[in-house]
C-alpha cells in the first residue's frame, strides 16, 4: 500500500507540473505520465514494474482509486513497461511472457485505448481490465443502477452477493448480454467514465454470455472488461489479441460506440488483424418463429463473431478472420440450425440457413422455445437479484394447470431444496391418449440438476447428469449454459382421457442448502404426439 501511495504522490506532482503541456509523454524514476493533450485535460500515470494505472486527472480531478491501480487481471505483479510517441500516437507497452496489454492515446481525445495479446491464461487469475476509479466522483453505475453497488452491505453468498438496504445486490447483477454490451459507464455530477467495446472476438461464451461490468464497493467504483473468466463457461478460452477496448473520459453525455480503431494497424499491435485481411458471410435466414429477435453466430476455437438478421433475415457478419467456422442460427437464445461456412480475406462468402424448432402435434406447451426463461415466474427480476430477495414472487407456487394457470406463475427454475417437484396438470381427450413425448428444455444446470419426469403412474428414467459447469448460475444473475433439452418417451395408455397429473423433479445427489442445491432452469416444456 505504502507503493501505491508514494507513487501516487509521485505521479499528481507530475500531473500538476504538467497542467498546461501538451501531447506528450513524460518520464520518471517510476512512472509514464501521458497527456493525451485533450480540450478537457486528460493526464495519466503508468507505473513503470508492473503496467498499473496509478492515476487519471481529468478536468482538472484525480479519478484513479488511490490505494490500488487499474490494471490487468489483479495486477500482473511485474511486467517490462516502455512507453513511445510516433507523431499523434503514444503507446505504452506491458509485456510479460504470455500476456502483452497496451495503452494507446491519440493526440486530442479524451480516450485511453486498451488491448490485451494472450497465449495462454495469465497466471493473475481472469483474464479482465479493472479501472479502480474514484467513487466519491464516480458513484453510479449505468446502466442499471444501484443493483451492483454494494457499498455498506452484508453478505448473503459467499464473497459477492450483499443485502443492502433490505436489497440483494452483487456485481455480477451489472451483467449485459455480449451481443448487446457495447458500453457501460460510471458517472458522477461532473464525470463520465465508460468502457466502449469494439467486439469481443477473442473472448468466449457466444453472443448471449455475460460477466461483471461494474461494481461500486464503497471505496472505490469498479469499471470493468471481463475477456475470459470461469462465470458459467461454456466454452475453452480464446488466446490472441483482445481489443481494441477504450476508456472514454468526459463531463456529461454517453458517448457513441462508433470509435474507430483501424490505426492499429499502424502501431505495431501483437496479433492486430486488420479489416483488409478479414472477410465477410452474407446471406439470409429463414423458418424461425418471426416473433423473436434472430441471431447469426460464427465460432471456431479461435474467434467468435455474431450479428442480428433483419426483419427479412438478411444478414452480414462483422469483419471476420479468415478460417472455417461454425455458423449457428438462433430463435431468440435457441439455436434452430448449424451450419459451417469457410472465410476468405478480402471477400464476402454467400451463405444462407434456414431451421426452425421441430416437435409434433402439441398436446400442450408451457413458455416459449427461445433459450431463455422469459416469461416465468421471477425471470424479470433474476438478472438483478438474488433470489432470496423479499422481492421475488414465491417459487412455489403450487400446482400449475395448463389451460387456467398464468404461465407468469410457473417457476423460471428448479431447486431441488426449495419448489421440488413441481406438480403440473392437464386435460388430454381421447384422441390423445397414444404414445407421446414430453420435451423439457433447461437452459442452464447447477451441481448435476436436471429434471426427472413422473406422468400419471408411469416413472420417466432418470437423465444422465449435465456437463458440470462447477459455476454458481442462478443466484449471480445467470440464466444461460449449455442449453440440455430432456426427451421422455411416454407409452401409448399412459395419458388418459380427462385430468392427468405430471410432476417434474431435480433428479441428483443431496439437497444442499436451499438456493445452492442443485437446480435447472426451465426454456420451455412441451407435450407433443
Known sequence: MMLFKSLAVVSLALLAKQASAAFG?????????????????????VNQSNCDITSINYYGSE????STGSHIGS?????TVTATQSGDYIKVTCATSSLTHYYVVHNGDPII???TYTTAEPSVGELRYIARLNSTLLPNEEPFGVVS????????EGEDVFLVNGQT???FYSSERFIDDKIHCVSGSAHRVCMILNQYETSAGGPFMRDINSNNVGSYTGLYWYMNSGHVQTETYRQGLHGPYSLYFSRSGTPSTNIDTSFFADLD???????????????????????FKWVIHWYNSAAQYWTYASSSGAFTSPAMKPGTYTMVYYQGEYAVATSSVTVTAGSTTSKSISGSVKTGKTVFKIGDWDGTPAGFSNSANQLRMHPSDSRMSSWNPGTYTVGSSSVSSFPMVLFKAVNSPLTIKFTASSSQTGAATLRIGTTLSFAGGRPQAVINSYSGPVPAAPTNLNSRGVTRGAYRGLGEVYDVSIPAGTIVAGTNTITISVASGSSGDAYLSPNFIFDCVELFQ
Open 63 to 66: 479519478l484513479q482509486y488511490q
Open 75 to 79: 495486477g500482473l505483479g511485474s511486467a
Open 113 to 115: 485505448h486498451m488491448a
Open 25 to 45: 509523454i513524460t518520464t520518471s524514476s517510476s512512472a509514464y505520465v501521458i497527456d493525451a493533450g485533450s480540450p478537457n485535460s486528460l493526464k495519466f500515470a
Open 169 to 171: 445486490r452483487s456485481k
Open 149 to 156: 453497488n454494494i457499498a455498506g452491505g452484508s453478505a448473503v
Open 269 to 291: 499491435i501483437q496479433g492486430y488483424v486488420p479489416t483488409s485481411a478479414r472477410g465477410y458471410v452474407s446471406g439470409t435466414a429463414s423458418g424461425a418463429d418471426s416473433s
